[in-house]
């Protein structure tokens, strides 16, 4: 497949073409058969069909913010890092895995995409997952595992040296919830994390959290404001909000104050705080754009893709100085630079989730 042609237009954007069917939350691995010669295969386990129980709100974290001293923002960044999938095996015409190989998440090369490292994982989990968040400093991940292929969802917090190779990992007390969107504090200090029905603040060293109920709206986006005080997410049905975690409610959207209504922004997907936390930036359709955090403003648009086969842009990562965003297109990554109007791509090697940066 040869190297598409990413355009970046600038100005007024076009009209949004109607929203795609809304993506699985758990999609399948695309993953090649090929690992490391240290790989793991095992067999694979029974899933129960038994629909979750009701959530449980938790209470245990005192203090949901995140105030402590942030990891100063790097750029370019050096480092991509992505979760990958376990991969499924099956036998003739089964429709179950007979096995699965165990998978690690992996350091890549921002520059060229090439594999640095694998991430060694902790006791307590087996295999990688797909969702990662990114502190400002491009060094510091929060990755998400497996307890076993099918098992529970746990995170892991990974640091990596200069060279790209995990320093020290932290494994995050508590079951996550089959979390599909999640943020790093810009301290590194708090995960934030949303399943099908809420949005969770979780210390990473205690595992304590606090819960808010979204009333099972589907949440397409968290980040954190860089002082730790405020969570901003992008949601169907609602738009762009911004949780006040000091607030006592216990409903998301009561507790927030809504930026941008949903009305007339029905791709919105990925958000994200600018460096100095004044504006988000959010995609929406083919086109980043940006908007004042407190609300009350306009939105402008920052740059718009014109991307291959005209698919729409799904979601960005935004590393922390606020300048570079990394999205996946197919079998692509794209880097675009928010300020000059540029984009690139490097090749994906079959091995990305939802890398961060």
Excluded at 311 to 320: D, I, T
Aim: include cysteine; glycine fraction near 10%; charged fraction near 20%.
């Amino acid at each position: 497949m040869p190297r598409p042609d990413v355009g970046v237009i600038t100005g007024t954007p076009e009209p949004a073409p109607p929203a795609p069917p809304a993506p699985s939350p758990v999609p399948p691995s695309l993953l090649p058969d090929t690992m490391s010669p240290d790989a793991t295969r095992i067999p694979a386990t029974g899933m129960s069909a038994l629909p979750p129980p009701p959530p449980v709100l938790a209470s245990s974290l005192a203090e949901p913010y995140a105030t402590g001293t942030p990891l100063p923002p790097t750029g370019p960044p050096r480092f991509i890092v992505a979760g990958r999938s376990p991969i499924a095996h099956y036998k003739g015409r089964a429709k179950e895995p007979s096995s699965h190989t165990l998978v690690r998440p992996a350091v890549h090369d921002a520059a060229t995409g090439k594999l640095i490292a694998e991430i060694p994982l902790p006791p307590g989990v087996t295999t990688s997952w797909q969702y990662v968040a990114a502190a400002r400093d491009n060094r510091t991940f929060a990755v998400s595992t497996l307890t076993r292929p099918g098992g529970e969802v746990r995170y892991i917090v990974v640091r990596l040296d200069d060279q790209g190779r995990a320093a020290k990992t932290l494994l995050v007390p508590g079951d996550v919830d089959d979390a599909y969107k999640v943020a790093l504090s810009a301290d590194g200090s708090r995960l934030a994390f949303a399943n099908f029905d809420r949005v969770s603040i979780v210390d990473v060293v205690t595992g304590q959290r606090r819960d808010w109920n979204s009333g099972s709206i589907m949440i397409s986006g968290l980040a954190w404001s860089p002082d730790g005080r405020r969570l901003a997410f992008a949601a169907s049905r609602h738009g762009l909000g911004v949780l006040d975690p000091a607030r006592p409610e216990t409903d998301l959207i009561a507790a927030s104050t809504i930026v941008k209504p949903h009305d007339g922004m029905p791709l919105l997907s990925s958000v994200a705080y600018s460096a100095g936390g004044g504006s988000l930036i959010y995609s929406q359709g083919h086109e980043i754009a940006t908007i004042p955090a407190g609300g009350g403003g306009q939105s402008r648009t920052l740059v718009r893709l014109r991307l291959p086969g005209g698919g729409m842009l799904q979601r960005f990562a935004l590393e922390g100085t606020g300048r570079y965003a990394l999205a996946t297109h197919g079998p692509w990554l794209i880097c675009v630079d928010l300020e000059k109007g540029t984009a690139r791509t490097l090749r994906d090697p079959g091995d990305f989730g939802q890398p961060a940066w």
